[in-house]
T-cell receptor, first 114, second 113 residues
Framework: EPEVTQTPSHQVTQMGQEVILRCVPI?????FYWYRQILGQKVEFLVS????????KSEIFDDQFSVERPDGSNFTLKIRSTKLEDSAMYFC????????????FGSGTQLSVL | GENVEQHPSTLSVQEGDSAVIKCTYS??????FPWYKQELGKRPQLIID?????GEKKDQRIAVTLNKTAKHFSLHITETQPEDSAVYFC????????????FGTGTRLKVLA
């Protein structure tokens, strides 16, 4: 079965630094998402992206966050100036246009902000 | 706002017994309800889903029931096995717009051998 891939699997950064989390969605998918999961908590919606623009974002997704689809295969999440509370597992997900409602999740990037 | 409540937060059962996890959603426009299993350090994996035009769906040892009026849906696992031990998340979504999922808070299921 095709998979969403995410890199890196672990990222350690200093507070205030910029990080870019990378995702390669499944090739024929058109809807892209970022979710985060703080340790021991639920998976939270950050942002959805369709047709080269953000279609919806949550309150968590403030001006420190941005997403980009720089080419036909990658989907990135940038955190401009990381805070301690940004430490979490970040999941990318994608969905096809005609494939119903099923989201396919990547294996996640564990971000640790020190 | 949109919210999904999930209970219990932890559940321990003896191998062979059944496990039931319950969720309640707030947005009456939700019409798609997936359940995900997440093993430690791994991605959430879809195990079963149900759409609002169906009241129950079964796949081998796993079943999901939906009560649209009460905005409740439940996951039932029968004949539990140690490999069923994981964290289970319910979610609610609308089959339109952004298709985003709102997840429940998770249930850590332990199946004791």
């Amino acid at each position: 079965e095709p998979e969403v891939t995410q890199t890196p699997s672990h990222q350690v950064t200093q507070m205030g630094q910029e990080v870019i989390l990378r995702c390669v969605p499944i090739s024929n998918h058109l809807y892209f998402y970022w979710y985060r999961q703080i340790l021991g908590q639920k998976v939270e919606f950050l942002v959805s992206f369709y047709n080269n623009e953000i279609s919806e974002k949550s309150e968590i997704f403030d001006d420190q966050f941005s997403v980009e689809r720089p080419d036909g295969s990658n989907f990135t999440l940038k955190i401009r100036s990381t805070k301690l509370e940004d430490s979490a597992m970040y999941f990318c997900a994608s969905k096809s246009k005609g494939g119903g409602e099923k989201l396919f999740f990547g294996s996640g990037t564990q971000l640790s902000v020190l | 706002g949109e919210n999904v409540e999930q209970h219990p937060s932890t559940l321990s059962v003896q191998e062979g017994d059944s496990a039931v996890i319950k969720c309640t959603y707030s947005d009456s426009a939700s019409n798609y309800f997936p359940w995900y299993k997440q093993e430690l350090g791994k991605r959430p994996q879809l195990i079963i889903d149900i759409r609002s035009n169906v009241g129950e769906k079964k796949d081998q040892r796993i079943a999901v029931t939906l009560n649209k009026t009460a905005k409740h849906f439940s996951l039932h696992i029968t004949e539990t096995q140690p490999e069923d031990s994981a964290v289970y998340f319910c979610a609610a979504s609308m089959a339109s717009g952004t298709y985003k999922y709102i997840f429940g808070t998770g249930t850590r299921l332990k199946v004791l051998a």
